[in-house]
T-cell receptor, first 115, second 114 residues
Framework: AAGVIQSPRHLIKEKRETATLKCYPI?????VYWYQQGPGQDPQFLIS???????DKGSIPDRFSAQQFSDYHSELNMSSLELGDSALYFC??????????????FGPGTRLTVT | GDSVTQMEGPVTLSEEACLTI???????????LFWYVQYPGEGLQLLLK?????DKGSNKGFEATYRKETTSFHLEKGSVQVSDSAVYFC?????????????FGKGTKLSVIP
């Protein structure tokens, strides 16, 4: 079965640089979520999109922005990177149907290292 | 706000031992509850879920029962294997329209030794 695809898998950037992370949801899934997992931490919700519109916002810094495109893939743009942005960034997708538990399927993550 | 509390790890068990990882939650209404597993260097995989009180989720020998009266969703397995070594996250999705994000516990690292 197709899974959530994230690219790149690993990314190394310097402070104050920008980074773009990409997420390709499972086919026919209409909702994408972004989470940030710091070292030894639990995943923290950043932002989500449903049918290409932002649907929910969590602890996403103002330096970050995201969007969902017409083909449902999503990109997380991160500017003015800081050392504290080093983390594993997960994308998850789900489908909103009546009676569903809206369970989320996670991608393998992008490991961002800021030096 | 919503929150999930898991027992602190790490937990080290011998192969074939019984496992219980406690999870309690704070949320209004009737959230959906999940257990995710994260193997070293990998993403999160849904292990099991329960969407209403008294539901029992089960998968790969793991079980968890949604207990509304104690706001708990403890993960259990009767006989662990070395391959079960991973970090386990309890999570909830709040009830109500517009609430789809997951709130995770801090995770419990399980190590199973031969």
């Amino acid at each position: 079965a197709a899974g959530v695809i994230q690219s790149p898998r690993h990314l190394i950037k310097e402070k104050r640089e920008t980074a773009t992370l990409k997420c390709y949801p499972i086919p026919r899934h209409d909702t994408v979520y972004w989470y940030q997992q710091g070292p030894g931490q639990d995943p923290q919700f950043l932002i989500s999109f449903y049918e290409k519109m932002q649907s929910d916002k969590g602890s996403i810094p103002d330096r970050f922005s995201a969007q969902q495109f017409s083909d449902y893939h999503s990109e997380l743009n991160m500017s003015s990177l800081e050392l504290g942005d080093s983390a594993l960034y997960f994308c998850a997708s789900s489908i909103r149907t009546s009676g569903s538990s809206y369970e989320q399927y996670f991608g393998p993550g992008t490991r961002l290292t800021v030096t | 706000g919503d929150s999930v509390t898991q027992m602190e790890g790490p937990v080290t068990l011998s192969e074939e031992a019984c496992l219980t990882i406690n999870c309690t939650y704070t949320a209004t209404g009737y959230p959906s509850l999940f257990w995710y597993v994260q193997y070293p260097g990998e993403g999160l995989q849904l292990l099991l879920k329960a969407t209403k009180a008294d539901d029992k989720g089960s998968n790969k020998g793991f079980e968890a029962t949604y207990r509304k009266e104690t706001t708990s969703f403890h993960l259990e397995k009767g006989s662990v294997q070395v391959s079960d070594s991973a970090v386990y996250f309890c999570a909830l999705r709040a009830s109500g329209a517009g609430s789809y994000q997951l709130t995770f516990g801090k995770g419990t690292k399980l190590s199973v030794i031969p």
